[in-house]
C-alpha cells in the first residue's frame, strides 16, 4: 500500500516561493514503473496539473507553469518536492502530490491527502 502525503508552509508571502514536499511510503520514486506528480485545485476551481517527475529525474511541466515551476527528488528514495516561484494569491490553492502508472493511458492511482497553502502578505 503507498501512502503520500504532502507538507510545507500553508502561508507564503506575495512574490516568494511555495516549496513543498511529498513524501511517499510503502514505495520508492525511483522505481522505473510510475512517475510522480503535483496538481493543484484553487477554490471552487477544477484540478490543474502542473508537472510531472520520473524516475530518472527528468521532468515535464504544464506549460502555463514552466517558468515558475520545478519538481525535483529528495537525496533519498521516498521524497519529491515542489517549488513555485513568484507567487500571487491566484496561487493559493490546495496542492497535492499523486502517483502517475501506465506511460500509455496515464492516470493517477495514488493521491495525497492535499495541503492548503495560502498567499498573503
Known amino acids: 500500500q503507498v501512502r503520500l502525503q504532502e507538507s510545507g508552509p500553508g502561508l507564503v508571502k506575495p512574490s516568494q516561493t511555495v516549496s513543498l514536499t511529498c513524501t511517499v511510503s510503502?514505495?520508492?520514486?525511483?522505481?522505473?514503473?510510475?512517475?510522480w506528480s503535483w496538481i493543484r485545485q484553487p477554490p471552487g476551481k477544477g484540478l490543474e496539473w502542473m508537472g510531472v517527475?520520473?524516475?530518472?529525474?527528468?521532468?515535464y511541466y504544464n506549460p502555463s507553469l514552466k517558468s515558475r515551476a520545478t519538481i525535483s527528488r529528495d537525496t533519498s528514495d521516498h521524497q519529491f518536492s515542489l517549488q513555485l516561484t513568484s507567487v500571487t494569491p491566484d496561487d493559493a490553492a490546495v496542492y497535492y502530490c499523486?502517483?502517475?502508472?501506465?506511460?500509455?493511458?496515464?492516470?493517477?492511482?495514488?493521491w495525497g491527502q492535499g495541503t492548503q497553502v495560502t498567499v498573503s502578505s
Open positions: 499523486a502517483r502517475v502508472e501506465d506511460v500509455l493511458r496515464p492516470h493517477f492511482d495514488s
Open positions: 510503502g514505495g520508492s520514486v525511483t522505481s522505473t514503473a510510475y512517475a
Open positions: 517527475i520520473h524516475y530518472d529525474g527528468s521532468t
